[in-house]
């Protein structure tokens, strides 16, 4: 009985003891900021940002040197069954004569991604993986893909990293012109 009625005495007691120290505590009171106020510390703010130490852009405007191609000029439709996707020009590798109508665009059709396009129509596309060394031109590519390239009856489309890139024809070195001989060209 005793711990019981002891316990309400406890609390009792331990509010008694907060309340001591909240009362010895001085309560501090301050204004609000006034609007004009905020706006000084904004300002301030704005004015010592990061791109407030950024210089402006010398030399020619970015978006009248750097304009957009139409995406269309540059690419080469691929339809089937009502639905299209567009591939770079120079991705298709090999169009066999049986499916030379599919590379173009058919009015109606849905646009689709590659990714979607290529996985409904597999039976007909198949891809060969360039490196972009190759798709650069720097590097030919091997004998082997490109018989097998000449002899598919499927559409075949470059690509690099699983999605279709042109790939630019070889580029050949220029001939190492050798340098005159001196002591040739000053006999007579």
Same mark, same amino acid.
């Given at each position: 009985?005793?711990?019981?009625?002891?316990?309400?005495?406890?609390?009792?007691?331990?509010?008694?003891?907060?309340?001591?120290?909240?009362?010895?505590?001085?309560?501090?009171?301050?204004?609000?900021?006034?609007?004009?106020?905020?706006?000084?510390?904004?300002?301030?703010?704005?004015?010592?940002?990061?791109?407030?130490?950024?210089?402006? /852009?010398? %030399?020619?405007? !970015?978006?009248?040197?750097?304009?957009? @191609?139409? *995406?269309?000029? &540059? #690419?080469?439709?691929?339809?089937?069954?009502?639905?299209?996707?567009?591939?770079?020009?120079?991705?298709?590798?090999?169009?066999?004569?049986?499916?030379?109508?599919?590379?173009?665009?058919?009015?109606?059709?849905?646009?689709?991604?590659?990714?979607?396009?290529?996985?409904?129509?597999?039976?007909?596309?198949?891809?060969?993986?360039?490196?972009?060394?190759? /798709?650069? %031109?720097?590097? !030919?590519?091997?004998?082997?893909?490109? @018989?097998? *390239?000449?002899? &598919? #009856?499927?559409?075949?489309?470059?690509?690099?990293?699983?999605?279709?890139?042109?790939?630019?024809?070889?580029?050949?070195?220029?001939?190492?012109?050798?340098?005159?001989?001196?002591?040739?060209?000053?006999?007579?």
């Amino acid at each position: 009985m005793n711990i019981i009625l002891s316990l309400p005495l406890c609390a009792a007691a331990s509010t008694l003891v907060l309340a001591g120290r909240l009362a010895a505590q001085e309560a501090v009171m301050r204004d609000a900021a006034t609007h004009e106020q905020l706006s000084e510390v904004l300002r301030v703010a704005i004015n010592k940002g990061p791109l407030a130490e950024l210089k402006p /852009a010398t %030399g020619a405007d !970015p978006t009248k040197v750097n304009i957009p @191609e139409n *995406i269309v000029d &540059s #690419s080469d439709f691929l339809s089937f069954a009502g639905r299209a996707t567009l591939v770079p020009k120079k991705a298709i590798l090999h169009v066999p004569a049986n499916m030379a109508d599919r590379v173009k665009h058919q009015p109606g059709s849905q646009i689709q991604t590659w990714a979607e396009f290529y996985a409904m129509n597999r039976a007909w596309v198949t891809t060969v993986e360039v490196s972009r060394v190759q /798709a650069e %031109g720097n590097q !030919p590519l091997p004998e082997d893909t490109l @018989e097998r *390239i000449a002899k &598919s #009856s499927a559409l075949v489309v470059a690509t690099y990293q699983g999605g279709p890139i042109s790939v630019l024809p070889l580029k050949v070195p220029a001939p190492a012109v050798a340098p005159a001989n001196t002591e040739t060209a000053k006999k007579p």
